[in-house]
């Protein structure tokens, strides 16, 4: 079945290192996005991207950066780790490239990353 | 930007009774407000959605209502069962394929008890 991979799954590192989570997808969507989830604060939008060519920033950017290297890759970065990044990642991906665009986000496994 | 509102955040239910989670929110432009579902331990996943030009929809034992007038939508879940038992997250946002600006609610932990 087409789905959303995330790797890994689980990481557990110490504060001021550098950390990328990764995502790939075999669902032939165009837009790919990173969610951060915390307990009481729902799901929060970190950065999308529409295409190869397209980043944008969500509504808690700072401390991350993305880049999306194929039209089904997508990956998060953390250039400085801190205790508060700790939290779950979910990758997502929308749309069926030349279907019409329904909205529906598909949501990866998760990323557990605890930062120490 | 907007901002959804989710009540309550947790609700516990015996089975067969009828569970209701609310949602507000502030942008009168938005138009599209999915609900998702999230077992202990899963990746979330749209349950149902509605648009702005409906005011209510029904898919089996669960349904959602929207008042745009109040800015608020709710969703119903009857009979339920215990794997109902999950994290419910609603959302909004203008337009229905523009993910980028969809806006979770806070989540309710609704628990179906034998």
């Known amino acids: 079945d087409a789905d959303v991979t995330q790797t890994p799954r689980n990481r557990i590192t110490k504060t001021g290192k550098r950390i990328m989570l990764e995502c790939s997808q075999t669902k032939g969507h165009d837009r790919m996005y990173w969610y951060r989830q915390d307990p009481g604060l729902g799901l929060r939008l970190i950065y999308y991207?529409?295409?190869?060519?397209?980043?944008n920033k969500g509504e808690i950017s700072d401390g991350y950066s993305v880049s999306r290297q194929a039209q089904a890759k997508f990956s998060l970065s953390l250039e400085s780790a801190i205790p508060n990044q700790t939290a779950l990642y979910f990758c997502?991906?929308?749309?069926?490239?030349?279907?019409?665009?329904?909205?529906?986000?598909?949501f990866g496994e998760g990323s557990r990353l605890t930062v120490l | 930007g907007e901002n959804v509102e989710q009540h309550p955040s947790t609700l516990s239910v015996q089975e067969g009774d009828s569970a209701v989670i609310k949602c507000t929110y502030s942008?009168?432009?938005?138009?599209?407000f999915p609900w998702y579902k999230q077992e202990l331990g899963k990746r979330p996943q749209l349950i149902i959605d509605i648009r702005s030009n409906v005011g209510e929809k029904k898919d089996q034992r669960i349904a959602v209502t929207l008042n745009k007038t109040a800015k608020h939508f709710s969703l119903h879940i009857t009979e339920t069962q215990p794997e109902d038992s999950a994290v419910y997250f609603c959302a909004a946002s203008r337009g229905s394929g523009t993910a980028s600006k969809l806006t979770f609610g806070t989540g309710t932990r609704l628990q179906v008890t034998l």
């Open positions: 997502a991906t929308s749309g069926a490239g030349h279907r019409t665009n329904t909205g529906e986000l598909f």
């Open positions: 942008d009168s432009a938005s138009n599209y």
């Open positions: 991207s529409f295409d190869v060519k397209d980043i």
